[in-house]
């Protein structure tokens, strides 16, 4: 594809730069630092440091946050990038066109307390509305309060497994097993409760609707 008034070397530009920024923003502006840390949760709690393996769990997250954000994709798609390619925009008013979706997603995911804070930290007047804050202040407020909602969901993910290594830990020392390592009796039971309340869907579902609260 072809940008209207623009040379191959622009385009080629262009290109390279988007690939080049493409990682940071899939961590940054979209649910994929919360799905992964969950996933990371639920490794961690199962007491398997090593399964699933970590391209797994990314390769999990990736196409999960794809899921989340395929509203999102398509909204900057209708109002951006087709009428770029139509040649009815310009590359600025399709740049600023896309952001507006992506900004809304970012608002709703965004706490109040910590939108207000980076505002107090960028040293700004005072918004108003949504459109008077920077994308630049937008941007680490959505990235602080992803991270307290997936320690939050980490945490509820966590209690569970933790409630079974207590009851193991406490059944080995009154039968006198101190010698024996409470992982290798509590790992069988952590699976196999996992197991049977279908854990995957569990957390698929509560990830998922997590972005729609």
Avoid: C, Y
């Avoid at 393996?53 to 900057?76: D, E, H, K, S, Y």
């Avoid at 569970?160 to 039971?189: E, K, N, R, W, Y």
């Amino acid at each position: 594809m072809k940008l209207p008034g623009t040379s191959d070397a622009v385009q080629l530009f262009l290109l390279l730069t988007a690939l080049s920024v493409l990682p940071a923003l899939l961590f940054t502006v979209t649910s994929f630092t919360r799905i992964l840390i969950v996933l990371g949760f639920v490794r961690v709690g199962l007491g398997m440091p090593n399964a699933p393996p970590n391209q797994v769990l990314v390769g999990i997250a990736l196409f999960l946050t794809l899921f989340v954000m395929a509203p999102t994709f398509a909204r900057v798609k209708e109002v951006a990038i087709d009428p770029l390619r139509a040649q009815q925009i310009s590359q600025e008013t399709a740049i600023r066109r896309g952001q507006v979706p992506v900004r809304e997603f970012m608002f709703r995911q965004t706490r109040p307390e910590t939108l207000g804070m980076f505002v107090q930290l960028a040293r700004i007047r005072r918004p108003r509305t949504r459109a008077d804050v920077p994308t630049w202040v937008l941007i680490p407020a959505f990235v602080v309060s992803e991270l307290r909602t997936a320690f939050q969901i980490g945490f509820l993910v966590l209690l569970p497994f933790l409630v079974i290594d207590l009851v193991v830990s406490a059944t080995l020392m009154s039968m006198g097993m101190i010698m024996l390592p409470p992982v290798f009796i509590s790992l069988p039971f952590k699976v196999l409760l996992f197991v049977l309340v279908d854990g995957w869907d569990l957390i698929t579902r509560s990830l998922v609707e997590s972005f729609h609260v």
